[in-house]
């Protein structure tokens, strides 16, 4: 037995002297738990709440300002627009500016509580099943308080009449699964090379700085169209998922997500000093990304800080471009915020990938 034992204690001496030499893995170690409760703690909540609501009020009574408040005290709906007209409170719901829509007709006032009730048209963006289910359990709830028979509800789920949950579950898993292979591909790149000594050589050749970013990049993104190509049409197959808006709009606006996401993998493979490292940087940057993007959970259900970091990530806004296109068929002008925030992470992830490495080999 003693022999068995024999050089246990220098050996457990020499592992503890490497774990004090290498502090990023000891940071690791007890920062990643934490971030992962309070990621997990806050992301994975499905009490949804202050669902962005737009309203329609034809009638513009008392009566109506009473009903809708009445709404409001619920604290599930949040109304963040009045509009003129119908029509336009479905344009809102396509541009993803509200998630609900309440239509309240002219002489609402004069029939409330009568023999004939208003009818109140509800609108329901089906594009979330579970934030479309908040939204119609308060806008049921608060008219049986009221008065029973009061209102006449009508509700009208829309892009996704049946509720399927594979409808917005696969196209923004497409996404999730989209970033990881990219930010994967690209994040061990540069360590890979300074391991094999290959960077130096890269280093002494005439090649600039951003043309080495975007020449590693090139290949990976070519790789990735494909591979959302096939994936696409998988989710066809399989799944019965139909695209309702233009393929060509979608795969256009694949582009500036894969390059983002790439040039992340290249912010990482830049801090990076190991592929051990680098592994760690992509794991710590896929949980936050998942977690926060709406895939699992609304980003309605998430504190303002988080909201705001959520930000950040391509995949979140890519996976309102893909929800947006493939369930309910919106066009450019629909997505320009999405649009916009993808375009500016592009250039702000390759500056920064570019800044970086020339930091790190000066």
């Known amino acids: 037995m003693r022999e068995a034992l024999y050089g246990f204690t220098s050996i457990a001496?020499?592992?503890?002297?490497?774990?004090?030499?290498?502090?990023?893995?000891?940071?690791?170690?007890?920062?990643?738990?934490?971030?992962?409760?309070?990621?997990?703690?806050?992301?994975?909540?499905?009490?949804?709440?202050?669902?962005k609501t737009t309203v329609v009020d034809l009638d513009k009574s008392r009566e109506s300002r009473t009903f809708i408040a009445g709404l409001q005290n619920t604290q599930y709906l949040d109304v963040v627009s009045y509009l003129p007209d119908p029509v336009l409170a479905e344009q809102a719901l396509r541009r993803n500016d509200a998630r609900a829509a309440i239509i309240i007709p002219s002489g609402f006032a004069r029939h409330y509580g009568t023999k004939q009730p208003p009818m109140v048209r509800i609108l329901l963006d089906g594009s979330d099943s579970q934030v479309a289910g908040a939204a119609r359990s308060a806008l049921l709830r608060p008219i049986d308080v009221m008065s029973p028979n009061a209102v006449d509800i009508r509700l009208n789920v829309l892009f996704n009449?049946?509720?399927?949950?594979?409808?917005?579950?696969?196209?923004?898993?497409?996404?999730?699964?989209?970033q990881m292979l990219t930010i994967s591909l690209t994040s061990f790149s540069l360590v890979r090379e300074r391991e094999l000594g290959t960077l130096d050589q890269l280093m002494v050749s005439p090649v600039g700085r951003l043309g080495l970013m975007l020449g590693k990049m090139a290949?990976?993104?070519?790789?990735a169209m494909g591979e959302l190509a096939f994936v696409l049409m998988m989710g066809h197959l399989i799944f019965d998922i139909q695209i309702n808006g233009s393929i060509?709009?979608?795969?256009?606006?694949?582009?500036?997500?894969?390059?983002?996401?790439?040039?992340?993998?290249?912010?990482?493979?830049?801090?990076?000093?190991n592929q051990s490292q680098a592994l760690q940087f992509t794991g710590l940057t896929n949980l936050p990304s998942i977690l926060l993007s709406g895939y699992i959970a609304p980003r309605e259900t998430l504190p303002v800080p988080l909201y705001m970091?959520?930000?950040?990530?391509?995949?979140?806004?890519?996976i309102q471009i893909i929800r947006g296109i493939v369930v309910r068929g919106a066009g450019l002008a629909d997505l320009i915020p999405s649009t916009f925030w993808l375009l500016f992470l592009t250039v702000v992830l390759i500056g920064a990938a570019t800044l970086r490495f020339r930091k790190s080999t000066a």
Request: charge should be positive; glycine fraction near 2%; avoid cysteine.
């Open 13 to 51: 001496a020499k592992e503890f002297m490497h774990m004090r030499r290498d502090r990023t893995t000891i940071i690791f170690a007890v920062l990643l738990p934490i971030l992962q409760l309070v990621l997990l703690g806050y992301a994975i909540n499905f009490d949804v709440r202050h669902v």
């Open 248 to 273: 060509f709009l979608l795969m256009a606006l694949a582009v500036p997500f894969i390059l983002s996401a790439l040039a992340m993998g290249l912010v990482i493979s830049t801090v990076a000093q």
């Open 161 to 178: 009449p049946q509720m399927r949950t594979l409808v917005y579950t696969i196209p923004a898993l497409v996404a999730v699964l989209l």
């Open 309 to 318: 970091i959520s930000n950040i990530f391509p995949v979140t806004h890519f």
């Open 219 to 223: 290949p990976y993104s070519v790789l």
